[in-house]
């Protein structure tokens, strides 16, 4: 039986905790195919405790905490209401962080924050979902592609001094 994630929103007092699990998720996914520097310099600008904070208390963006026991696992980062002019809907919530930790990976806590986004998005009111995924992430572009997104366009992604290029997906609710 796997296990089943306690959700809770995040507060200013959860910056800390956002600011390590999102570095620490970060590099474990991605550090072995990029340069130290530039994970070093995205890292920096990125999960900064005062960019965590204002992103926290930004009121279209909302952070979720996946804990199992006493234990954070990872995190969900949703924006709402989120317009993207390559997605075909009007109404959408963006999905900009689901993040967690390597050694949580594999027991189904992927899934129980996808499907509470999908909740989260239904309950607004949202015709569709968007986010986007590295062209390299093959493990997250399969999740995201067994979930029913697709593909609708694509975006540069800036780590450090390299441009990489990110897929943009969808999925209609």
């Known amino acids: ?35 130290p520097e530039n994970m070093a310099a995205f890292l920096s600008r990125v999960f900064a405790p005062e960019i965590v904070a204002d992103e926290l208390a930004t009121p279209t963006t909302e952070f979720y905490l996946a804990e199992l026991g006493n234990e954070a696992a990872g995190y969900v980062k949703m924006e709402y209401p989120a317009p993207e002019a390559q997605v075909p809907f009007q109404n959408v919530l963006k999905i900009s962080r689901l993040y967690l930790l ?13 499907h509470f986004c999908i909740e989260k998005a239904k309950l607004v009111g949202c015709e569709a979902i968007w986010l986007t995924v590295w062209e390299h992430n093959l493990r997250a572009v399969s999740f995201y592609q067994k979930w029913g997104f697709y593909q609708v366009g694509t975006e540069d992604f800036i780590l450090g001094d390299d441009v990489q290029l990110d897929y943009l997906l969808v999925k209609q609710l």
Do not use: H, V, W, Y
């Open 1 to 35: 039986m796997r296990p089943t994630a306690t959700l809770r929103r995040a507060t200013a007092a959860d910056t800390n905790l956002l600011t390590i699990i999102g570095e620490q998720s970060f590099a474990e996914a991605f550090g072995e195919a990029n340069t």
């Open 102 to 114: 390597r050694k949580f990976l594999g027991l189904g806590l992927g899934d129980q924050l996808m």
